[in-house]
């Protein structure tokens, strides 16, 4: 496993990841595409871990919203095939 810094490239196979772990139907891969284009004052620091060169993980870490509802809870996005081993 490689954890690396997320590449524009990734953005697809991130999205596909994220729809696979939360079982939805794109909803937190659109928010995560929102997050990255919102304007902040920090720009998001986003990695990816990778297994045999495919993503197998994502972490993005953003800028805080002070009026952020008080509901809103981290979340890290592991693969389903590997939420039961070492990276999760």
């Known amino acids: 496993m490689l954890i690396r810094a997320e590449q524009a490239a990734d953005a697809a196979a991130i999205g596909e990841l994220q729809t696979a772990a939360f079982g939805d139907d794109g909803l937190v891969s659109r928010l995560v595409a929102t997050l990255r284009a919102v304007p902040a004052a920090l ?37 389903p095939g590997c939420q039961a081993t070492s990276p999760g």
């Open 43 to 79: 720009p998001p620091l986003s990695f990816v871990a990778t297994v045999d060169e495919v993503p197998a993980g994502h972490v993005m870490l953003t800028a805080s919203r002070l009026d952020a509802p008080a509901r809103l809870a981290d979340v890290y996005v592991l693969s």
